[in-house]
């Protein structure tokens, strides 16, 4: 698919992007983009990035920014377990708001993650890109 292609199938499907040279790049989201790099009116390679503050997730795929993510949430949440194993009384003087709040992030984490999934694969499936 030529370059003049990708561009006015951006533009019609309303995709917010921008040209660096040889590089096209869209954005999913605020944190998400996807970089297709261009040589002779082709695509030659794709990549998805997260750029944010975060040490451990910049510059990495949105599978693996999520993942490092739900570990980073989930070894809190085992020592708090663990705490309110051998405390029984923590549970009931306010421990419960924090499996609640550990709760929501997680789940607020996954439905970023499946809504930027989804409009990844859905600009793949538009350009033709192949996984």
């Known amino acids: 698919m030529k370059t003049e292609d990708i ?3 951006l533009k019609i499907n309303k995709y917010s992007f ?4 040889n590089v096209i790049i869209i954005r999913l989201t605020i944190r998400y983009f996807l970089k297709l790099y261009i040589e002779n009116d082709t695509v030659v390679k794709y990549e ?5 503050l975060s040490l451990l997730t910049n ?10 993510h739900l570990i ?11 705490w309110c194993i051998l405390d029984p009384g ?8 924090f499996f609640i709040v550990m709760a929501l992030f997680v789940l607020l984490l996954l ?3 499946l809504y930027c999934n989804k409009r990844l694969s859905k600009i793949k499936k538009l350009l033709n890109l192949n996984d």
């Open 111 to 113: 439905i970023e993650f």
């Open 90 to 97: 923590f549970f009931f003087e306010g421990g419960k708001w």
């Open 59 to 68: 510059g990495k795929s949105l599978k693996a920014a999520v993942e490092i």
């Open 48 to 52: 998805d990035k997260v750029k944010q």
């Open 7 to 9: 561009i006015n199938l």
């Open 72 to 82: 980073g949430n989930l070894i809190p949440g085992l020592l708090f377990a663990l």
């Open 18 to 21: 921008k040209i660096k040279e």
